[in-house]
């Protein structure tokens, strides 16, 4: 008897393929958005779950879903497990770790780019027909190149944007995070450790990159961003819920820093609404990692994960 396992949202065909070649499949290639009750009917009766970050796993899921022994998420961040919950209940966790590193920290630098630089404000701008004469301060921004990068959070995607600044930008690169890298990691970064006070102080751009827990809800809000500078940009390429959006975008609004990139959001795909009212914030709908061979990548590792554990009795980036 094979396992069954449920692909709980739409998955390239070559990968829908490769599970079926391995289990009986339930798919959803229709792309639907279960809610939770729907979700725990479909887990009915399978071993493996294909989650991408939008399915929460939890106590009650877990409760009622007795058979499920593994869910695979497409994802490197896994705040929609209950990683707790899951290993009380024996049920193995897995993400996608390593292989949308550089393309995720691509899309960040990218982010510090346009926003420093005013690129999607000016191109609404000329697009609504405005531009009719050069100006001397026609959307003047920052400069990237020489200015003082922080970085909050020093994982892999961390490191790899705080590489592509010091080398290729010749930035100042900070950073605070829970634990300090080792000496070695930290000069091939060309970074320095400094309090998270110094952090919001001393950055020029500020790029947030670390997981979203409990303990990071929020981690910049009204009384962090006062505390920047007021020529600051911050991006946030991480979670939704690090940031206060409504603290920010009150803080936009009122020039406490220069400008935001954001790639993702509070309830996304729902926005604060006072984040479409401000110009000086560059808005994207969570692609950090979505090139077509990362996004191939990561489905195939989620695939790999369910083959190995549901056939050979490992996973390949368990995370419990």
Sequence with gaps: MRPHVLIARAVFPQILTLLEQHFE??????????????????LQGKQGVFTTGSQRIDATVLGSCPDLKICANMAVGYNNFDLEAMTTAGVKATNTPDVLTETTADFGFALIMATARRMAESERFLRAGLWNRWRYDM????DVHGSTLGILGMGRIGQAIARR??????????YHNRSRLDAPTEA?????????????????HLILVL?????????????????????A????????GIVDDAALALALKNGVIAAAGLDVFEGEPALHPDLL????????PHIASATLPTRLAMAQLAADNLIGFLLH???????N
């Design 313 to 319: 009795g490992k996973a390949v980036t368990a995370l």
């Design 211 to 231: 997981p979203y827990t409990p303990e990071s809800h929020h981690a910049i809000g009204a009384a962090e961003l006062a505390q920047m500078k007021p020529t």
């Design 165 to 174: 600044g010091a080398h290729g930008f010749g930035m100042k690169v900070i």
């Design 233 to 240: 940009t911050l991006i946030n390429i991480a979670r939704g």
């Design 139 to 142: 959307f003047a921004g920052s």
């Design 277 to 284: 009212t401000v110009p000086n914030v560059v808005l994207t």
């Design 188 to 204: 091939a970064c060309g970074a320095t450790l400094v309090s998270k006070q110094e952090l919001l102080q001393q950055s020029d």
């Design 25 to 42: 499949v339930t798919s959803n290639q229709d792309d639907e958005l279960w809610t939770p009750a729907q979700l725990i009917e479909k």
